[in-house]
């Protein structure tokens, strides 16, 4: 029930391994596909897989602007805009102002002012608009304040979009992917995904990390016409990490008898 032909997808921050992922199974639905992202160094990867990449600081109105007004000219209207520009930077309490400004900036504003310069052209095509936000948004989590944070607002935001623009035929909806292998967990396991699995078992309930393209087929469903009556819903690619309490998965009766 997925085909995506002749619509074209903008990936706004996807040169990243959940990025790569989105990017292609779009493009095996049939989709074009024009990643946005500041890490110029991306670019070869993302063109050798068939997408066209732009460069672009999501925190500067005027390049916004200017990439799309680009992208319509050449392309034509977008069909899909699929969000996920990103800040890690987050030391807790011990922020400062400016990493909170900056986090907030990257990870929430720049998201409203991309879908925002995006605006006509999804109306054009009665588009769909798919957003990332993590299981951070719903969980407190030791050590870590501007990523949930941001993420939880992300949410929030998500659901005002669908408000707003349902009236220009516009689906507005969520993805909030659980722990997935990335970058991120690829840097700190030191690449050993074992062991990232492992560590990642005792906190989903099917007992791994997910693949990238997990998520991505999720996005992928969103963008299609068999979510045609789905706007305004947070979707959880997280293996059963949102529904697992302080229980976990384990019996708690019999610890008690024992």
Same mark, same amino acid.
């Given at each position: 029930?997925?085909?995506?032909?002749?619509?074209?997808?903008?990936?706004?921050?996807?040169?990243?391994?959940?990025?790569?992922?989105?990017?292609?199974?779009?493009?095996?639905?049939?989709?074009?596909?024009?990643?946005?992202?500041?890490?110029?160094?991306?670019?070869?990867?993302?063109?050798?897989?068939?997408?066209?990449?732009?460069?672009?600081?999501?925190?500067?109105?005027?390049? $916004?602007?200017?990439?799309?007004? &680009?992208?319509?000219? @050449?392309?034509?209207?977008? =069909?899909?805009?699929?969000?996920?520009?990103?800040?890690? =930077? !987050?030391?807790?309490?011990?922020?400062?102002?400016? &990493?909170?400004?900056?986090?907030?900036? $990257?990870?929430?504003?720049?998201?409203?002012?991309?879908?925002?310069?995006? @605006?006509?052209?999804?109306?054009?095509?009665?588009?769909?608009?798919?957003?990332?936000?993590?299981?951070?948004?719903?969980?407190?989590?030791?050590?870590?304040?501007? +990523?949930?944070?941001?993420?939880?607002? $992300?949410?929030? %935001?998500?659901?005002?979009?669908?408000?707003?623009?349902?009236? !220009?035929? $516009?689906?507005?909806? #969520?993805? #909030?992917?659980?722990?997935?292998?990335?970058?991120?967990? #690829?840097?700190?396991?030191?690449?050993?995904?074992?062991?990232?699995?492992?560590?990642?078992? !005792?906190? @989903?309930? %099917?007992?791994?990390?997910?693949?990238? &393209?997990?998520?991505?087929?999720?996005?992928?469903?969103?963008?299609? =016409?068999?979510? #045609?009556?789905?706007?305004?819903?947070? +979707?959880?690619?997280?293996?059963?990490?949102?529904?697992?309490? *302080?229980?976990?998965?384990? *019996?708690?009766? *019999?610890?008690?008898?024992?």
């Amino acid at each position: 029930m997925i085909n995506l032909s002749n619509k074209t997808a903008v990936i706004c921050g996807g040169a990243t391994l959940i990025g790569m992922a989105v990017t292609k199974v779009l493009l095996s639905q049939g989709a074009r596909v024009v990643v946005l992202d500041i890490d110029s160094k991306a670019a070869a990867e993302v063109e050798a897989a068939g997408a066209q990449f732009m460069t672009l600081d999501v925190t500067d109105d005027a390049a $916004i602007s200017a990439v799309a007004s &680009q992208i319509a000219e @050449h392309s034509g209207n977008i =069909d899909l805009l699929i969000n996920m520009a990103c800040s890690y =930077d !987050d030391d807790g309490f011990a922020s400062s102002r400016q &990493q909170w400004l900056r986090a907030l900036d $990257i990870n929430l504003v720049s998201m409203a002012m991309v879908t925002k310069a995006f @605006h006509e052209q999804l109306k054009a095509s009665k588009g769909a608009v798919v957003n990332f936000t993590s299981i951070s948004a719903e969980c407190a989590q030791t050590g870590r304040w501007l +990523y949930p944070v941001s993420k939880a607002a $992300i949410k929030h %935001l998500t659901k005002e979009m669908a408000m707003d623009l349902a009236p !220009d035929g $516009i689906r507005v909806n #969520s993805v #909030s992917p659980g722990w997935t292998w990335s970058r991120v967990i #690829s840097e700190v396991s030191g690449g050993n995904r074992a062991k990232a699995d492992a560590v990642a078992a !005792d906190y @989903h309930l %099917l007992g791994r990390l997910g693949d990238p &393209q997990e998520v991505a087929n999720v996005v992928a469903f969103l963008c299609s =016409d068999a979510a #045609s009556f789905v706007t305004g819903a947070d +979707y959880a690619a997280d293996g059963g990490y949102a529904v697992m309490g *302080p229980e976990q998965n384990k *019996p708690a009766i *019999p610890r008690l008898a024992e």
